[in-house]
């Protein structure tokens, strides 16, 4: 089973508008961390936003917020208020805490999003 | 505070033939990672170094690709020889630790082509 999917290959939203992309996860270990990466054309992963299995509240960046649902397994992105340079590759990731407390950092395949005028 | 640093950007090969690339980290970093990510996948992780030792390599081919971080700071990977599925960005990442909530940074990557 994967242990992150991401449902929509690409998304499309108008400037200024917010957006929700799409994340559930798969996991048996009670400690766990998720991220959030950005990937634009020029190839580099930009961290956004990290959520902890532990914590209470969902977390926020600026205008990136994790809407963190625990029960149903979901860590959707929001992203308020859309921005032209907004337009990348978002790729949703999980580490778990696993026996020895290293362990692999499991990407999802990506969604592309692109933020028209 | 400067981020992972990576070379070269580009590199274009023909099959058989080696290639190298280095990494330099955020200072201070103890653990580093080497992914290989295939066009329209999300990375895959090859090898993580803490320190100068490795904790995991489980998804290295050994048998074409090496790595390895000397003095625990700087670190090169190695592919050779090279088959056209190495065609690849490989992307390297540092985080301060290495457990499990730990953010990892990334660097600009390394675009590899294979003819």
């Known amino acids: 089973a994967q242990k992150i999917t991401q449902t929509q290959p690409g998304m499309f939203v108008q400037e200024k508008e917010a957006v929700t992309l799409d994340c559930t996860y798969d996991t048996s270990d009670p400690s766990y961390g998720l991220f959030w990466y950005k990937q634009p054309s020029s190839g580099e992963m930009i961290f956004l936003i990290y959520?902890?299995?532990?914590?209470?509240q969902n977390a926020t960046e600026g205008r990136y917020s994790l809407n963190f649902q625990k029960a149903r397994k979901s860590a959707n992105l929001v992203i308020s208020a859309s921005q032209l340079g907004d337009s990348a590759m978002y790729f949703c990731?999980?580490?778990?805490?696993?026996?020895?407390?290293?362990?692999?950092?499991?990407f999802g395949k990506g969604t592309m999003l692109l933020v028209s005028p | 505070e400067a981020g992972v640093a990576q070379s070269p950007r580009y590199k274009i090969i023909e099959k058989r033939q080696s290639v190298a690339f280095w990494c330099n980290p955020i200072s201070g970093h103890a653990t580093l990672y080497w992914y290989q990510q295939i066009l329209g996948q999300g990375p895959k992780l090859l090898i993580q170094?803490?320190?100068?030792?490795?904790?995991?390599d489980s998804q290295l081919p050994k048998d074409r690709f090496s790595a390895e971080r000397l003095k625990g700071v700087d670190s090169t990977l190695k592919i050779q020889p090279a088959k056209l599925e190495d065609s690849a960005v490989y992307l390297c990442?540092?985080?301060?630790?290495?457990?499990?909530?730990?953010?990892?940074?990334f660097g600009p990557g390394t675009r590899l082509t294979v003819l």
């Open positions: 990731a999980m580490r778990e805490r696993g026996k020895s407390g290293y362990s692999t950092l499991t």
């Open positions: 959520q902890g299995s532990y914590d209470q």
């Open positions: 170094f803490q320190n100068n030792g490795v904790v995991d």
């Open positions: 990442a540092s985080s301060l630790a290495g457990n499990w909530a730990d953010t990892q940074y």
